[in-house]
């Protein structure tokens, strides 16, 4: 009879980082930085930001809070794909609103070379793919 003990009990490395294949030829890593203007305004419940007004004799937590509907978003997102096809894997990336270009940004990188709190996140299963996309920081106004 087999021993099978180990196979059922793994031990989980939490700072081990996925080990992510190169992208192949002509295909290169990508992170975004998208604003995406949305098609209807939302509302969207905010965690209050803490705040802390400073006095002479003490410090006093303010809640900041979300003031109107929320326009649009921005958020990180992780591209595989050829050089010439950036834009479309970043319009595919949206779907609830329209990419504004001229506050999109995004520059070629090394996956092994992002932090931890997004590598740890990358899934590349094919080619073309996008492998991490943050949540969204939402925005009511310029």
Known sequence: MAHFRHAFHP?????????VAPPRAPSHDYLAR???LLFEPRHV???????????????IPVETTHH?????YT?????RCHPDDVMEMIDYAVSDGEVHWGR??????????????IRRHVRV????????????TYFSEW
């Open 11 to 19: 031990v989980i490395d939490l700072f081990h980082t996925p080990e």
């Open 34 to 36: 998208i604003c995406v």
């Open 45 to 59: 419940p905010e965690e209050p930001a803490p705040a802390l007004v400073v006095t002479e004799s003490a410090m």
């Open 68 to 72: 109107g509907p929320s326009i649009g």
């Open 75 to 79: 958020i990180d997102a992780g591209l």
């Open 104 to 117: 999109t940004e995004w520059q070629e990188t090394e996956i092994a070379s992002l932090p931890w709190k």
């Open 125 to 136: 299963e094919h080619n073309p793919s996008l492998w991490f996309r943050s949540r969204p």
